[in-house]
């Protein structure tokens, strides 16, 4: 079933990568429609820069080993979602990197995966949401999943560089692509969610929709169609 699935996927990878990136104005668009001044998006843009103060006072072992292993895990996640049998996952005692074994060939998602994908971002949304059954929202959580994007966006950047093994087996061109817009496009996810909870995320898909029928018409008539 696994090689079906990895057909499917290999056949979307550029209309995809196309669609993103024609998606950039709506993406940095859509960031008028959010209410930043209110308290909410305070604490987290707090817990954001938290981050970063907390990133320097960090050993740097236990941030690249943690930088690693949700990397793999990333890896292990899409496998999954993509019918893999994941076999192992293993990092090295060294700290220069890890891998992750799993059946079949697999896809350019499973690749890429931890160049866009908040894995810790996406299981503090679960995590929220649990909470959110047995207390009310604080602001200590609003500041903590602040934090959790800081560290993807951190983790990310710093992930991107010529000697990833992994960039070169998608293509650089496709990464060129795909990678800001695919960023954009989470991170816009969960501010929303910040919000709105999971509800929001249907929304915000919606508004980049518009936006991008609106940016599309807007090039076509200045091409004169």
Not at 54 to 72: F, G, N, Y
Not at 137 to 146: A, E, S
Not at 159 to 174: M, N, R
Not at 177 to 184: C, E
Request: charged share 10%.
């Amino acid at each position: 079933m696994h090689r079906i699935v990895d057909k499917i996927v290999e056949l979307f990878k550029w209309p995809v990568a196309i669609f993103l990136l024609m998606s950039l104005p709506a993406l940095f668009s859509a960031l008028d429609y959010f209410n930043f001044a209110s308290l909410r998006y305070m604490a987290l843009f707090g817990g954001f820069l938290f981050f970063f103060v907390a990133r320097t006072m960090m050993d740097s072992s236990v941030r690249t080993s943690m930088e690693v292993l949700a990397h793999e895990m990333t890896h292990a996640f899409f496998a999954l979602l993509t019918l893999h049998k994941v076999k192992g996952l293993k990092i090295n005692s060294d700290d220069s990197g890890g891998s992750m074994c799993f059946e079949g060939e697999g896809n350019w998602l499973i690749i890429i995966a931890p160049y866009f994908f908040p894995l810790f971002g996406f299981i503090a949304m679960l995590t929220i949401t649990v909470y959110q059954w047995f207390a009310p929202m604080n602001i200590l959580v609003i500041i903590t999943f602040g934090y959790v994007i800081g560290y993807h966006v951190d983790t990310v950047c710093s992930q991107i560089h010529e000697k990833q093994t992994d960039l070169p087996k998608v293509g650089y061109a496709f990464c060129a692509v795909f990678l800001l817009p695919a960023n954009l496009w989470m991170i816009g996810w969960m501010l929303v969610f910040n919000s709105r909870g999971w509800s929001g995320i249907p929304i915000f898909n919606s508004l980049i929709w518009q936006l991008d029928k609106k940016f599309f018409s807007y090039a076509l008539n200045l091409i004169g169609f």
